[in-house]
């Protein structure tokens, strides 16, 4: 079974770190490109970064997370991690890893990350 | 970066009537990469369409997408209870990223 489950989502402070992981199971996890989406509450999807697959190192990010952000991945334990640092009150959301194969065909049930004081 | 706009905000309809969402895009989507996801209260988003009209793995016939260039369609062809909910739609053919559009909600009337 074709699976994501996300984790690591918490309360933190502003200006905090957390790091979120979307543990992959069901298929070769190494030869896809991977990404995150966040959806702030009652808002829409937001695209934040994508990894490419193992034969390559490169990430993208948008520009909301860009320096504050790191995505990044092991495939030898089949899973995709976001490292989120200097948090804001505007990064409170529900994050999504999702699979990407052309379009985004495999998501997981996302992880809540609240920042407030 | 390439922006959508979908139309309308919300659409209100009753089941068993026709739906047509649209989603136009700020500059043109190369080979028709674009998506739409459907997304109901408390779950991830679902892929429906991709490549403009091709449905992914177990979707209804009652779902089609169509369009190229800058404006895409969805069509739900007769609305059943679980198809109100939010639609997405999304283009993955241009770098840097993977950007949405702002979402439909449909609802019942």
């Known amino acids: 079974q074709v699976q994501l489950v996300e984790s690591g989502g918490a309360l933190v402070k502003p200006g905090g770190s957390l790091t979120l992981s979307c543990a992959a199971s069901?298929?070769?996890?190494?030869?896809?490109?991977m990404s995150w989406i966040r959806q702030a509450p009652g808002k829409g999807l937001e695209w934040i970064s994508y990894?490419?697959?193992?034969?390559?190192?490169?990430?993208n990010y948008a520009d909301s997370v860009k320096g504050r952000f790191t995505i990044s991945r092991d495939n030898a334990k089949n899973s995709l991690y976001l490292q989120m640092n200097s948090l804001r009150a505007e990064d409170t959301a529900v994050y999504y890893c999702?699979?990407?194969?052309?379009?985004?065909?495999?998501w997981g049930q996302g992880t809540v990350v609240t920042v407030s004081s | 970066e390439i922006v959508l706009t979908q139309s309308p905000g919300t659409l209100s309809l009753s089941p068993g009537e026709r739906a047509t969402l649209s989603c136009r895009a700020s500059?043109?989507?190369?080979?028709?990469?674009l998506a739409w996801y459907q997304q109901k209260p408390g779950q991830a988003p679902r892929l429906l369409i991709y490549?403009?009209?091709t449905r992914a793995t177990a979707i209804p016939d009652r779902f089609s997408g169509s369009g190229s260039g800058t404006d895409f369609t969805l069509t739900i062809s007769r609305l059943e209870p679980e198809d109100f909910a939010v639609y997405y739609c999304?283009?993955?053919?241009?770098?840097?990223?993977?950007?949405f559009g702002q979402g439909t909600k449909l609802e019942i009337k």
């Open positions: 990894i490419c697959s193992s034969s390559c190192t490169y990430t």
């Open positions: 069901g298929f070769t996890f190494s030869d896809y490109y």
């Open positions: 500059q043109t989507i190369n080979n028709r990469y």
């Open positions: 999702s699979r990407i194969n052309g379009p985004f065909d495999i």
């Open positions: 999304q283009q993955y053919g241009t770098s840097p990223g993977y950007s």
């Open positions: 490549g403009a009209s």
